[in-house]
């Protein structure tokens, strides 16, 4: 209980993480170091280079923010110790499962290979004590369908490895859903399990695509109130959505936060939770989302509960770790 008597978890799992997003100016510092690289900035101007306020003016701008991580980390040593001090942040913040993606592709520029940079990253989230997932992205972008295809033979490699499924990110609005057809065709083959972010730049037709295309949970999901009937075959099919509150409040993915659909699609019977999606970015952890939605609201311990479940069923893991998160998460969730 905190001091206002308000009741939240004291543990955590989050489905739907970037490393990219979650390198802190802490972690920017020691990527720097170990590769003898000047920062840009240091102190609290360090933090707004790698973060936005509530004035971000739309999703074009939060991504502006990924320009300095991408830099830091493109040697197999910087991604590995960023995979790990990221996973050991949030396990100290009380997450007990997480699911950490990034883009392998976005790593190649001083000579990576993607098969080299899904490695580096395994190895780092290895050494972490944290139970983790590892997804791997393909990206939304023109000319790219090799680099995607060749994500998703290294997901299909290293499946049950550590890389846990494959994901759809970049610009939504810029390169609908629909364009990627025969992409997932072929991980639908390989028999990899996929997330796809959709709904979120784009409308609800952009996810109706991603569920076409066999997708197993949807990244953010928030505009499918757009369409009536898609809520109802969501619901119906279990379909989760990894919602992340502050990402979505200051990309505008909602204009107005008041129509904010969480609580309503919760009692919908839609399988929501609560992610962070890029913390450092939005200045944000697991427990801080929680406590959003408390305040802002009135989300409950029954329905905190609730959530975390979702999130242990719809994770990609095997039934003895999602057994194990349940019993974790019913001890862990206080009562009032």
């Not at 197999?76 to 913040?93: F, G, H, I, P």
């Amino acid at each position: 209980m905190d001091r206002t008597g308000r009741y939240f978890p004291d543990r955590y799992i989050d489905l739907h993480l970037h490393l990219d997003g979650a390198v802190t100016a802490d972690i920017a510092k020691r990527l720097a170091d170990m590769q003898g690289m000047i920062l840009p900035a240091e102190g609290e101007a360090l933090e707004k280079l790698l973060s936005v306020g509530e004035d971000c003016r739309d999703l074009n701008e939060f991504l502006e923010c990924f320009e300095l991580p991408l830099k830091l980390l493109q040697t197999a040593e910087a991604l590995s110790e960023c995979a790990y001090l990221v996973a050991e942040n949030m396990r100290e913040q009380g997450v007990i499962y997480a699911e950490i993606r990034f883009a392998p592709q976005l790593h190649c520029e001083n000579g990576l290979s993607q098969r080299d940079a899904v490695e580096a990253v395994m190895e780092g989230l290895s050494r972490s004590e944290l139970k983790t997932g590892l997804i791997l992205c393909c990206m939304r972008g023109k000319d790219i369908e090799d680099k995607n295809l060749e994500t998703a033979e290294l997901a299909e490699e290293y499946l049950g490895k550590g890389v846990c499924a494959l994901d759809l990110a970049g610009a939504e609005g810029l390169f609908p859903t629909a364009d990627f057809a025969e992409l997932f065709e072929k991980v639908r083959e390989s028999g990899v399990p996929f997330t796809i972010h959709a709904g979120e730049a784009d409308g609800a037709e952009s996810v109706r695509k991603a569920i076409e295309f066999g997708a197993a949970r949807i990244g953010h999901g928030v505009r499918i109130y757009e369409d009536p009937e898609l809520v109802s075959v969501i619901a119906e099919r279990g379909i989760p959505l990894e919602m992340c509150p502050t990402s979505n409040r200051l990309t505008h993915a909602v204009e107005d936060m008041e129509n904010y659909p969480f609580t309503e699609y919760l009692r919908r019977g839609i399988k929501v939770m609560i992610n962070t999606d890029d913390p450092a970015i939005e200045r944000t952890d697991i427990a801080a989302e929680f406590r959003y939605m408390e305040r802002r609201f009135g989300l409950t311990a029954e329905q905190e509960r609730e959530v975390l479940l979702n999130a242990a069923d719809a994770a990609f893991a095997s039934d003895e770790v999602k057994e194990w998160m349940r019993a974790q998460l019913i001890r862990g969730v206080n009562e009032p």
